[in-house]
């Protein structure tokens, strides 16, 4: 079975923090986090961190051949929503959350491969103060799409 939408999301974590000059996120840190579970205080530095927000696993595949024949495959289409909140120390100001959000867009849609699976729906939200850290945050989120393939080993 290919990795699942938690794995990609590591693996884009890996890619992020081997090469962060290439990335453009040097000087940050790159985590995954689950849900709410990352409140840092203080932030002294940015922090970009990943989390899955959904994930929708469709209907099995059907392919049909020249002659109509049916075959359901054990493949199956995915969708992962992949929620990105930047955090920024309040001193750096919303531009920079905007500057950071902009790079990793960049480097997401044009020089990251994540195994056979595609991006979409890139969506920034608003830049917001939050008290609990004492910093700016801005929440983003994108869809990871790719096919859940089944061995017939068991």
Known sequence: ?????????????????????????EGCSVVVAYENDI????????????????VDIGAPIVQIA??????????????????LSIFVPYAEGPERCQALFKTFADSLLFHISIQNATVSGLRAYACDYVRDCGA??????????????FSDEA
């Open 66 to 83: 020249e002659d109509g024949e049916q075959t359901v495959t054990r493949d199956r289409p995915v969708d992962g929503i992949v929620r």
């Open 136 to 149: 700016l945050v801005l929440d983003a989120d994108f869809t990871l799409s790719y096919t859940l393939t």
């Open 39 to 54: 409140k840092p205080y203080p932030v002294e530095k940015p922090i970009l961190a990943f989390s899955v927000d959904k």
């Open 1 to 25: 079975m290919t990795d699942s939408v938690y794995d990609l999301v590591k693996l884009l974590v890996k890619l992020l923090t081997t090469s962060p000059d290439a990335m453009g996120v």
